[in-house]
């Protein structure tokens, strides 16, 4: 969006960009005549996020996340889970890193414990627990077929 000139280009491009309840919410303030007409894209922002953000679900959204743990899922299943929640929430991927940590199984978390590389990002983590996920569960069968 820093490719529009000023901040009035700005906010007319997002009112613009608005449809049906949201473009409602705001037509009183966005009025060429309307007094309080926003000052900056950040306010109308704000407007619209007081608006449409459901309190609610962030509420419920960081509890499931305190309380998530992979336990016996496999791990795809609990990281779809993951994601789910963290959508909702304002995390940074070095907060998802650690938190992922403790909220993996045992096998895993020890066999982040051995690996001896730093992940750069939550995708790489993501793929190399993955990946012991999927050594791990060949090796349980292999194991249960002898």
């Keep these: 969006m ?3 000139s000023t901040e009035k280009i ?17 037509y009183a303030k966005h009025r060429v005549d309307a007094f309080s007409f926003y000052q900056s894209l950040s ?7 007081e608006i449409y953000e459901d309190q609610n679900l962030i509420r419920k959204c ?11 899922k496999f791990f795809s299943f ?17 907060t998802l890193m650690n938190d992922i940590q403790n909220k993996i199984n045992n096998h895993l978390q020890n066999a982040l414990s051995v690996c001896l590389i730093k ?7 993501k ?6 996920n999927n050594k791990q569960r060949v090796n349980y069968q292999l194991r ?3």
């Design 2 to 4: 820093n490719h529009y």
């Design 10 to 26: 700005r906010i007319v491009y997002v009112i613009f960009r608005l449809e049906d309840d949201a473009d409602q919410q705001i």
């Design 43 to 49: 306010e109308l922002l704000k407007h619209l996020k």
């Design 62 to 72: 960081h509890h499931e996340y305190v309380a998530l743990k992979q336990l016996n």
């Design 78 to 94: 609990f990281y779809s889970e993951f994601t789910r929640i963290f959508s909702f929430l304002n995390y940074d991927d070095i």
């Design 119 to 125: 992940f750069s990002s939550l995708n790489k983590l």
């Design 127 to 132: 793929i190399f627990l993955q990946d012991v």
């Design 144 to 146: 249960d077929e002898q």
